[in-house]
């Protein structure tokens, strides 16, 4: 099985600040990653797919990067509606998700 | 506009059978693959199972599959999820997904206790 390791699991981050959040596989996964923001009582939402293609709607941004085993999120500018928990999620061979990072405001 | 609408979820007990419903719109749902996924109280995320668009195929993750079952009813735009002798650790938020996990429900919270 696919080992997906996320970091960092919490963030704290001032407007207009670029962030990154990373997910480490344990194998390549051929650029088969996603990423997704879970805001409090609300249901996931996609934010990129397949590494770096954003989501229908999603704000530019919102970026992915990587390939083979490491993969990176980044909000070029954050903004305080971008308030949520991250996790990525890998369906090179199975599914695999991160286990989260949490993004709070300093 | 893609909806999913989780329900069933509740309190049950340790050994007890349950079955979730999540009812879609939005789109042809008889065209797209669906699966079940579910967060546990500290927030992992565990991919349950996958059906496919006809209802002819399901997969699940081998440390469910014997527990789990996924089926649907495309009349009714409706997947399903039954789970039987459910355990403390099936306690949980149950996400169904539309393929490639575009689009997700609000979630429906099981909690398994005596």
């Known amino acids: 099985d696919i080992q997906m390791t996320q970091s960092p699991s919490f963030l704290s981050a001032t407007v207009g600040d670029r962030v990154t959040i990373n997910c480490k596989a344990s194998?390549?996964?051929?650029?088969?990653l996603n990423w997704y923001q879970q805001k409090l009582g609300e249901a996931p939402k996609r934010l990129i797919y397949?590494?770096?293609s954003l989501q229908t709607g999603i704000p530019s941004r919102f970026s992915g990067s990587g390939s083979g085993t490491d993969y990176t999120l980044t909000i070029s500018s954050l903004q305080p509606e971008d308030v949520a928990t991250y996790f990525c999620l890998q369906h090179n061979s199975g599914y695999t998700f991160g286990a989260g990072t949490k993004l709070e405001l300093k | 506009e893609v909806q999913l609408v989780e329900s069933g979820g509740g309190l049950v007990q340790p050994g007890a059978s349950l079955k979730l419903s999540c009812v879609a719109s939005g789109f042809t749902f008889s065209d797209y693959w669906m699966s079940w996924v579910r967060q546990t109280p500290g927030k992992t995320m565990e991919w349950i199972g996958d059906?496919?668009?006809?209802?002819?195929?399901?997969n699940y993750a081998p440390s469910l599959k014997n527990r789990f079952t996924i089926s649907r009813d495309n009349a009714k735009s409706t997947l399903y999820l039954q789970m039987s002798n459910v355990r403390s650790e099936d306690t949980a938020t149950y996400y169904c997904?539309?393929?490639?996990?575009?689009?997700w429900g609000q979630g429906v919270m099981v909690t398994v206790s005596s």
């Open positions: 397949n590494t770096n």
């Open positions: 059906i496919k668009y006809d209802g002819s195929y399901t």
């Open positions: 997904t539309r393929a490639l996990f575009d689009y």
């Open positions: 194998q390549n996964i051929n650029k088969y």
